[in-house]
C-alpha cells in the first residue's frame, strides 16, 4: 500500500529537528525507513518546519516505527492510504459496476 503522511515539527523543537536531519549521513539515511517501508518521496517546507512522506508498505507496524523515531522532533498528524491512478481507476469501475445492480 502506499501511504501519504505529512509531518510537522514541534515549534520548540523545529531547529532541533532540522539540525537533525541535515546533518544525518547516507548511511543514516539509508538506515532510516525500515526495509520493509520503501521511501518514495518526501518534500519539506523548510520555513515552517512541515513537509510530506510518500511510503510503501504492507507492514503498518514498521510504518508506525519509524514515524515514532521522529515523535520527540515532530508529529504526523496526516497519515492516509492512497491509490495510483490504476487502483483509483479500478476501485471506481468496480464501486460504479456494484451500483447499478
Not at 10 to 21: I, V
Not at 26 to 37: D, G, L
Not at 52 to 80: N, R, S, Y
Amino acid at each position: 500500500m502506499i501511504f501519504f503522511a505529512s509531518y510537522e515539527c514541534f515549534p520548540d523543537k523545529k531547529e532541533q529537528a532540522q539540525s537533525f536531519f541535515a546533518n544525518m549521513s547516507a548511511e543514516q539515511i539509508a538506515a532510516e525507513v525500515p526495509p520493509n517501508v520503501k521511501l518514495l518521496a518526501r518534500y519539506h517546507d523548510v520555513p515552517n518546519g512541515t513537509g510530506i512522506t510518500i511510503l510503501e508498505t504492507d507492514d503498518q507496524e514498521a510504518m508506525t516505527a519509524w514515524t515514532l523515531g521522529w515523535a520527540t522532533m515532530c508529529h504526523f498528524p496526516i497519515v492516509k492510504p492512497m491509490l495510483d491512478d490504476d487502483a483509483a481507476r479500478a476501485l471506481i469501475k468496480q464501486l460504479e459496476a456494484g451500483a447499478g445492480s
